[in-house]
């Protein structure tokens, strides 16, 4: 990070510096960059006499900056240098003296600067969360964040009071300033702790998400709910267990409380539980996340029915924790299959020209599960039913990745003339366009799918909702994207359309590899006419550096940090965004597909016909909402 330049002022006080150079060091923390304790080297561009020299004193100088700091231009802060402690601190004034003699070079914030900084962020951010808090008044005086401590079960009973807490942590406000905070927790940890440990912590991850797997499994999730908050015993816990899963009919064997003391142990570590006594387990805030709501008797009585009725979050730990984890394990012997130890495990897996050579596999999934098949495919084989349908529960679980009701103000659909039409391309069972008809009562919304979802999606829909079919302001259609759009498509209330005045394209492109996603837009862009607009929606994610790259036409809405300005957050938030790279490794190894950058979907949209408009993303959210127009 070499940062910036122009100094004018006499030297305030030198050093030398490692390159040669007299140099001497200013730390600013009061506004702007210098808000972020910046530690500067003040160089001489020349030495010139001894009397120039002469005027760096040694305790106080005037200085004028124009520093360029993570690609972010800061002009002419002008301001004091004042020697504290054998530093120097900026202070911003006015005034500034004009010797030229000195180019002042940001080498990079000192580390302990750095961490300051960080540690900062982090109370600026809970100060704002605060306030948003003490704005809501509960019963007994403001509002207080929900607690870690204890957990709040989505399907209650609750306090109303819990339960508006826990909704203010979805408010902008509070969703972009806890961003921050997450971000900068997860960078001063990186920083601090001795690399090793950080090591040890990244490569046994899957052991945390084993846990949790066992967790939900386990059903002591469930079974710590019918504890309450005292908790409850190893031993107890692991009898439960057994008593759940019925030992005494299968002749399994039964569970060792010690074991399941140490993965208890691990996810208390990792704050999924809490140890409230020593061997005393009770669950958190986290661990009420994998609860399905049932009792232990229901789920000794019909295990299957675990994830009905659910908010599909059980069901999306089941299938993360299970089938990605299982396929993620391959990752590097599919990609780099002449690896020694790709080599051997293959064959110690039976593959040694028994099957397959691993080159075969086009994914770390079809590896893992020694199939050819695609993953959807493998979904509906007759084995695998459990799966199937805890894939589509965990399909409505995975909408906790974003507020469906974002998109109400994404994009100017209250411009779209009375009985517009919007083809809502791969919609599923409709969820995003019944949130539009609902919001917009002037449009209407074809929704086209696979035909076995498109056959079901009337019937998911309550009483709520049965006024939008029965006038047909909502309607399904079977269509597959990788096939041309129809001549013309008739619309209830409409008549037969050439073309949309949208077409939205929601949590689709992801799922699929570049060819096949270009295949899909220009079957659309075939049939879209001049004033067809399509809008994609799926994350967008950014680099995890500032993004300088060069454009031919710059788009509307494309940022180039996530980050505050002048901040020494990672351009794209780090651990507060880290879950969409996460889906997108998930989306790679599964599907062969991706999550995309800006630059990454405007190429393939414009490869398809398109021309990028503008995107917009809600606040605090990786999702993004990208409009094109045929080109
Ligand atoms: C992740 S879901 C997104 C659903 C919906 N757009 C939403 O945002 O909730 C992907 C959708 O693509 C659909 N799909 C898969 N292959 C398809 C195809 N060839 N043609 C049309 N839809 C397809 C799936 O059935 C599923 O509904």
Redesign the pocket.
């Known amino acids: 990070m070499e940062l910036a330049v122009a100094h004018a002022g006499a030297c305030a006080g030198s050093a030398t510096s490692g390159r040669g150079g007299e140099v001497c060091w200013c730390a600013g923390i009061s506004r702007g960059l210098f808000r972020w304790g910046l530690f500067a080297s003040v160089r001489r561009r020349q030495r010139t006499s001894d009397s120039d020299k002469s005027r760096c004193t040694p305790s106080r100088s005037r200085v004028q900056v124009q520093a360029e700091w993570h690609g972010y231009t800061v002009h002419k802060m002008s301001g004091v240098a004042e020697r504290t402690a054998g530093r120097y601190r900026l202070v911003p004034t006015q005034a500034c003296l004009s010797c030229l003699n000195c180019v002042i070079v940001f080498n990079a914030m000192s580390t302990f600067s750095t961490l300051r900084a960080l540690h900062s962020l982090i109370g600026d951010a809970l100060d704002e969360i605060e306030q948003v808090y003490q704005k809501r008044a509960g019963q007994d005086g403001p509002l207080d964040f929900p607690s870690l401590d204890k957990p709040y079960y989505k399907n209650g009973p609750a306090k109303s009071e819990e339960t508006i807490a826990e909704k203010l942590t979805t408010e902008p406000q509070v969703v972009e300033a806890t961003n921050r905070a997450v971000a900068a927790c997860g960078q001063l940890a990186a920083s601090l702790q001795r690399p090793f440990f950080q090591l040890i912590d990244g490569i046994n991850s899957d052991h945390v998400a084993s846990c949790i797997m066992f967790l939900e499994e386990s059903h002591t999730v469930e079974i710590l709910r019918a504890a309450g908050d005292k908790g409850m015993h190893v031993r107890d816990i692991a009898r439960a267990i057994d008593d759940v899963r019925k030992i005494d009919e299968t002749g399994a064997e039964t569970l060792d409380p010690a074991k399941l003391s140490h993965i208890l142990r691990l996810l208390a570590t990792y704050h999924w539980l809490r140890e409230v006594k020593p061997d005393v387990f009770a669950n958190n805030r986290l661990s009420a996340q994998v609860d399905s709501g049932k009792t232990p008797e229901q789920l000794k009585e019909a295990p299957q029915k675990k994830h009905d009725d659910t908010d599909g979050v059980p069901a999306l730990v089941a299938m993360s924790a299970d089938d990605f984890l299982k396929a993620f394990g391959f990752l590097s012997d599919q990609l780099l299959p002449t690896r020694e130890r790709a080599v051997t495990l293959h064959s110690l897996m039976g593959g040694d020209g028994k099957d397959k050579p691993i080159q075969a596999y086009k994914t770390p999934f079809n590896l893992a599960f020694r199939t050819e098949l695609g993953y959807f495919d493998w979904l509906e084989l007759p084995e695998n039913k459990t799966r199937l349908t805890e894939f589509g529960r965990a399909?409505t679980g995975a909408r906790g990745w974003e507020v469906s009701e974002n998109i109400v103000n994404a994009f100017p659909w209250k411009d779209l003339a009375d009985n517009s039409v919007i083809i809502d391309v791969?919609?599923?069972v409709g969820?995003?366009s019944m949130v539009l008809a609902k919001a917009y009562p002037n449009l209407r919304f074809v929704v086209?799918?696979?035909p076995h979802?498109v056959e079901i999606a009337p019937t998911v829909w309550g009483d709520s909702h049965q006024s939008l079919l029965d006038s047909g302001r909502v309607s399904f259609k079977a269509?597959?994207?990788?096939d041309p759009q129809p001549p013309k498509i008739e619309v209830p209330g409409v008549g037969a359309i050439a073309a949309p005045s949208v077409y939205l394209i929601?949590?689709?492109t992801h799922?699929w590899p570049d060819a096949d996603v270009v295949k899909m837009l220009r079957h659309l862009r075939n049939a879209a006419e001049p004033t067809t607009q399509l809008l994609i929606v799926d994350m967008l994610l950014p680099l995890a550096c500032v993004d300088d790259t060069e454009v031919d036409e710059p788009i509307p809405g494309a940022v180039r940090s996530l980050a505050p300005e002048g901040s020494p957050l990672l351009a794209n938030l780090g651990k507060a965004s880290a879950n969409g790279y996460l889906l997108d490794l998930s989306m790679m190894s599964q599907l062969n597909a991706k999550e995309r950058t800006l630059w990454e979907i405007s190429a393939l949209a414009r490869e398809a016909g398109w021309k990028v408009t503008g995107t917009t993303r809600a606040a605090g959210s990786l999702w993004a909402y990208t409009s094109a127009k045929p080109i």
């Not at 269509?479 to 990788?482: C, G, K, V």
Request: glycine content about 22%; aromatic content about 12%.
């Open positions: 399909m791969g919609g599923g969820s995003t086209e799918d696979r979802v269509q597959s994207f990788f929601r949590g689709c799922n």
